[in-house]
């Protein structure tokens, strides 16, 4: 009786399935394997044009989840995408890259994908229809109030995410879904959907195409929106980095040359007087204080770096009289 169910269950999806957009053939590229190299090319990149254009009709949405990350961050909570196959792939991507990028603790930005790391290199499509494995992986982070969930799918199906998103939701936490399918039950999970319509894939299904990418380029807004919204960025520069190596060194010493309209030797005094730390370098050269001082604004403004260049100034010139 159980497996009858199953059976049915499943036959209801994979028919659901078929009628999403994203499943549908493209009247584009039929014919696909009688092109030559360069008219599939030509293809792909005439669908690709589109993206942009779909992902600009969710800004609405793609802001209010980027004031939500940035107010839950702020206060000390944690951003956690959650997916399976490629969708769980770019989110594991997007949380490795803020540490080195905005300087953050690996902690604040989290992934969770099905199959667990293992996943990030090879496929475990299994464990995709799991609502069980979506609570117990999800459960495993302790999400809270302060927390916000990202459940990132492209059909808007998958039992893992869905199960995460709701189990995050009624544990308190900020829930975002993004998809790539309108009215779809990961959408109605959760407090916020972002659609990306991007339409039926070059290669019928294969939503690691327009439907990563678009992904891809939500992911990068909901991130690097949230980071900029919290002050670890400096009009368009990312001083909040850490200098781990060579490149990122050469790269903080540019960013206080262009940031401080100083040449390259004050730059390098600057940063070497400010223990190699980028922001408090930044403070110290637009306020002209000390490395204490400047480091005392970046404290209390949460590591702010306009505000802390702003109440450092404003502290030098109560203490000037």
Same mark, same amino acid.
């Given at each position: 009786?159980?497996?009858?169910?199953?059976?049915?269950?499943?036959?209801?999806?994979?028919?659901?399935?078929?009628?999403?957009?994203?499943?549908?053939?493209?009247?584009?590229?039929?014919?696909?394997?009688?092109?030559?190299?360069?008219?599939?090319?030509?293809?792909?990149?005439?669908?690709?044009?589109?993206?942009?254009?779909?992902?600009?009709?969710?800004?609405?949405?793609?802001?209010? %989840?980027?004031?939500?990350?940035?107010?839950?961050?702020?206060?000390?909570?944690?951003?956690?995408?959650?997916?399976?196959?490629?969708?769980?792939?770019?989110?594991?991507?997007?949380?490795?890259?803020?540490?080195?990028?905005?300087?953050?603790?690996?902690?604040?930005?989290?992934?969770?994908?099905?199959?667990?790391?293992?996943?990030?290199? %090879? %496929?475990?499509?299994?464990?995709?229809?799991?609502?069980?494995?979506?609570?117990?992986e999800i459960a495993r982070r302790k999400?809270?109030?302060?927390?916000?969930?990202?459940?990132?799918?492209?059909?808007?199906?998958?039992?893992?995410?869905?199960?995460?998103?709701?189990?995050?939701?009624?544990?308190?936490?900020?829930?975002?879904?993004?998809?790539?399918?309108?009215?779809?039950?990961?959408?109605?999970?959760?407090?916020?959907?972002?659609?990306?319509?991007?339409?039926?894939?070059?290669?019928?299904?294969?939503?690691?195409?327009?439907?990563?990418?678009?992904?891809?380029?939500?992911?990068?807004?909901?991130?690097?929106?949230?980071?900029?919204?919290?002050?670890?960025?400096?009009?368009?520069?990312?001083?909040?980095?850490?200098?781990?190596?060579?490149?990122?060194?050469?790269?903080?010493?540019?960013?206080?040359?262009?940031?401080?309209?100083?040449?390259?030797?004050?730059?390098?005094?600057?940063?070497?007087?400010?223990?190699?730390?980028?922001?408090?370098?930044?403070?110290?050269?637009?306020?002209?204080?000390?490395?204490?001082?400047?480091?005392?604004?970046?404290?209390?403004?949460?590591?702010?770096?306009?505000?802390?260049?702003?109440?450092?100034?404003?502290?030098?010139?109560?203490?000037s009289f």
């Amino acid at each position: 009786m159980k497996r009858s169910k199953q059976a049915r269950a499943g036959r209801k999806r994979a028919a659901t399935l078929s009628q999403l957009p994203t499943e549908r053939t493209n009247p584009a590229s039929r014919d696909l394997d009688r092109k030559s190299a360069l008219q599939i090319a030509k293809i792909i990149n005439a669908e690709d044009a589109k993206l942009a254009r779909a992902v600009k009709q969710a800004l609405p949405q793609i802001a209010r %989840a980027i004031d939500l990350i940035a107010a839950a961050l702020r206060r000390g909570g944690r951003l956690i995408y959650v997916g399976t196959g490629t969708s769980g792939r770019l989110g594991a991507l997007d949380a490795a890259e803020c540490p080195p990028t905005f300087g953050v603790d690996p902690k604040t930005v989290q992934y969770v994908i099905a199959g667990g790391p293992k996943a990030l290199g %090879a %496929a475990v499509e299994a464990d995709e229809d799991s609502r069980q494995l979506g609570r117990r992986e999800i459960a495993r982070r302790k999400p809270r109030k302060n927390d916000v969930v990202v459940g990132i799918a492209a059909s808007g199906r998958t039992p893992f995410t869905i199960a995460a998103v709701e189990y995050a939701r009624r544990h308190g936490a900020k829930t975002v879904a993004v998809t790539c399918n309108r009215n779809s039950e990961l959408g109605r999970a959760a407090g916020v959907e972002i659609v990306v319509d991007v339409g039926p894939e070059v290669i019928a299904g294969s939503s690691r195409m327009k439907a990563g990418s678009a992904q891809k380029m939500v992911l990068n807004m909901l991130s690097s929106g949230a980071m900029t919204r919290l002050g670890y960025v400096y009009d368009n520069l990312m001083v909040n980095l850490h200098l781990k190596n060579t490149k990122l060194a050469e790269r903080g010493i540019t960013i206080l040359q262009r940031a401080a309209r100083i040449d390259r030797t004050t730059a390098e005094a600057a940063l070497s007087s400010a223990g190699n730390h980028v922001p408090v370098a930044l403070v110290m050269l637009k306020a002209g204080v000390s490395r204490r001082a400047a480091a005392r604004a970046l404290r209390n403004s949460r590591g702010h770096v306009r505000e802390a260049i702003a109440a450092a100034k404003a502290e030098l010139g109560s203490t000037s009289f």
